[in-house]
């Protein structure tokens, strides 16, 4: 039931319209008779009617202030005037400003007056759910993040939500009317091209059309955004085309993620150099050129040959540091057409472009390898690092970039294998040498859990009297394959793929086990002499494992002795310095190996507690003839007299060579001359005689 506030004084005005309504054929209506304007005003707030009929003309307001209270009180109200003749023009008055119409006064017994306060309820309630409609509308169109614009047939625009008011710099007043080539300008990204307006087409089309690839938008403040989307027609309900609206949202953030992903995708994320997936792309575009100009080009394959070791002793926050160093200094190394790529761990690949000849790459691995000879100061630490480097050549090597790339590596091991710090060129015989890399590489990780590791031991002797003073221990390999390795044929390696401090390990109790065995036979002999490895030497744990090698054999400290590089001692001899102590403390005798390969100083020695020095066989195997390596050892020889250490010569082959260390006051000595190295059943028998004849 519909509910009618008559607001007049005039008693018989309200009995009229009462009856009027009351006695209509269709609902009545709930008629509610109110005087005074001050007692409707609070009624029209409450929101229960749903119709006004007013005479302007109130005991308490005249006018058409009395209608513009009323409207201001309660706009969703429809409010019809009553009125004589001599009022209508107040009656015109208040519908321009709001009111649904006006009654006559003459005319209320009309059934029309029912009927048409009924249509204009029915049509109000309509236009408030077409409002609510619309507001609604607008609200999502506001709350989204996508930009909508509206035009008219001509392309003029009629409607901007905020996200495109906020994304062009229009508001809504300044662009309604603007051709929509002004309130929304587009370019392409790539030409700065003008794009004509996605609109403009749909309209002449009416059709979808989809924004370009790489449209650019230009904010009213010159910015710009990249955007993506589409633009639609509009129809009426006559399905007529009435304009048309586009929708677009900002992909500037999207577009730089993904060229971030896909940079990172193809980078190496600490050293921010090409990766192997780039590289193989570099090298493929590379080859296809150089395949046009009949020119050449090379790979290099550079693994850096001490990394291990400053990684496992000073951390991997310097490690990382080091190979950031070491891009930066490859990079400099090469042109601006060339490539350098991590290829993961110490491992780097170069590709040099439009090379004519193969002296060009020479010239380039020899300036790397100089580059990276310098210091690396890096937190304090002063680092040296040297590099292995292989190279092969398209078109003389290969014609792809897998086997390019699988070329440089094995020429790479070759150059590891000549001594390291230098570079090999790629050679079809290296693929045999390759291919037993991998069958001992592939077999090394099983080595030690089939038992296939043994010791064999060489004696030292006292060089006047042949008393055996010493053994060391030294690893083979009995390979199922290849049969009994020799360490350089295996050590190299395993130290590549991360197993030497193992193995070393297992040596180090095995000979402690071996030397406890002869102590408890009764056999006499003054240390069982153990290598050392860098890598091993400088490991967290090496300290803990030679103590826990001595409790669990049984052997006295004292009994073992520990033979470490030259080399290894002065690279970080502040840390060396530490870990020898440590050993000292658990009164097991070090040894310097290798004396006189290291260019050490005497200040560097002393600083250490080194009880031997085992001069470097290539000095004593140098002995037979006059020369300079007499001098050298003569001076050797001296230094250690002269520091009060025992003086070992390693690799005495021939009767000269002892005559020459006799004479210079060499204590002791190893070598073919008195006994290879033998498995511990012989050694055993010469351990039992005491002493071995000198020739």
Not at 394 to 418: F, S, V, W
Not at 421 to 436: H, L, R
Request: net charge negative.
């Amino acid at each position: 039931m519909s509910r009618v506030m008559i607001l007049t004084g005039d008693a018989g005005d309200a009995q009229a319209l009462g009856e009027v309504l009351s006695n209509t054929q269709d609902e009545p209506y709930a008629v509610e008779w109110v005087k005074r304007l001050s007692d409707a005003l609070p009624r029209l707030e409450a929101g229960d009617v749903d119709a006004l009929l007013v005479d302007l003309a109130l005991p308490d307001s005249h006018g058409i202030d009395t209608f513009d209270q009323l409207f201001a009180t309660a706009p969703q109200v429809p409010i019809l005037t009553l009125c004589g003749v001599e009022d209508e023009g107040l009656a015109s008055l208040a519908v321009a400003r709001g009111a649904e119409g006006y009654l006559s006064k003459d005319h209320f017994d009309s059934y029309l007056v029912a009927q048409s306060l009924r249509n204009i309820i029915q049509r109000k309630v309509v236009e408030e759910g077409v409002f609510s409609d619309q507001l609604r509308a607008e609200v999502t169109l506001n709350s989204i993040s996508d930009a909508v614009i509206g035009t008219d047939m001509q392309g003029n625009v009629d409607y901007l939500n905020v996200a495109a008011e906020t994304m062009t710099g229009w508001s809504r007043e300044e662009a309604r009317g603007q051709p929509i080539s002004v309130v929304m300008r587009i370019i392409n990204g790539a030409t700065r091209a003008i794009r004509p307006n996605p609109i403009e087409l749909v309209l002449q089309q009416d059709a979808p059309l989809k924004l370009a690839v790489d449209t650019v938008l230009l904010h009213r403040d010159g910015s710009e955004r990249a955007i993506e989307d589409s633009a639609a027609p509009i129809h009426d309900a006559n399905g007529q085309l009435s304009g048309a609206v586009i929708v677009f949202h900002d992909v500037t953030e999207g577009q730089v993620m993904a060229l971030k992903m896909s940079h990172l995708a193809q980078h190496d994320f600490l050293t921010n150099l090409p990766n192997r997936v780039l590289l193989n792309d570099r090298i493929g575009q590379a080859i296809a050129l150089a395949e046009r100009r009949g020119q050449h080009l090379a790979v290099l394959f550079l693994d850096l040959d001490n990394f291990k070791q400053i990684n496992d002793s000073l951390g991997h926050s310097i490690g990382d540091q080091l190979l950031q160093s070491v891009a930066q200094r490859l990079c400099a190394s090469v042109r601006r057409s060339d490539t350098v790529s991590r290829q993961g761990g110490d491992e780097f690949v170069l590709l040099l472009a439009q090379d004519k000849y193969a002296e060009d790459a020479a010239l380039t691995a020899e300036k790397i390898l100089t580059a990276l000879a310098a210091v690396h100061r890096l937190e304090g630490h002063e680092l040296l690092v040297t590099a292995s480097i292989g190279i092969s050549s398209y078109p003389g090597d290969a014609l792809n970039a897998e086997t390019l790339i699988k070329h440089a590596d094995t020429a790479m091991y070759q150059a590891k294998e000549l001594g390291r710090n230098t570079y090999q060129f790629f050679t079809p015989d290296m693929n045999n040498q390759a291919i037993e890399r991998q069958l001992i590489e592939n077999q090394l990780r099983h080595a030690l859990g089939r038992n296939e590791f043994i010791l064999h031991y060489q004696p030292k002797v006292n060089l006047r009297s042949g008393v055996i003073t010493g053994i060391e221990a030294l690893l083979r390999w009995n390979h199922p394959q290849l049969g009994l390795l020799l360490p350089s044929r295996f050590v190299a390696i395993a130290e590549d793929c991360g197993l030497l401090v193992e193995i070393g390990h297992w040596v180090l109790q095995e000979a402690c086990n071996q030397a406890q065995r002869w102590r408890a036979a009764g056999l006499r002999f003054a240390s069982m002499a153990v290598n050392i490895c860098a890598g091993e030497f400088r490991h967290p744990q090496f300290v803990a494992a030679v103590s826990a090698a001595l409790q669990a054999s049984g052997l006295n400290a004292c009994d073992l002795q520990l033979e470490i590089c030259e080399s290894a001692l002065v690279r970080e001899t502040e840390l060396s310095g530490v870990i020898l102590t440590q050993l000292s403390a658990l009164g097991v005798p070090l040894a310097v190996d290798e004396f006189g390969r290291g260019y050490s100083s005497l200040s560097q020695l002393t600083q250490f507690p080194i009880s031997v020095l085992k001069i470097d066989q290539s000095f004593v195997q140098k002995l037979d003839a006059p020369g300079d390596d007499r001098l050298i050892v003569s001076a050797l020889l001296a230094m250690g007299n002269s520091l009060k250490q025992r003086l070992v010569a390693v690799g005495i082959e021939s009767h000269e060579q002892l005559v020459f260390l006799q004479a210079q006051h060499c204590e002791e000595g190893q070598g073919y001359l008195f006994s290879p190295p033998l498995a511990a059943r012989q050694l055993a028998l010469l351990l039992a005689r005491g002493r071995i004849e000198l020739p």
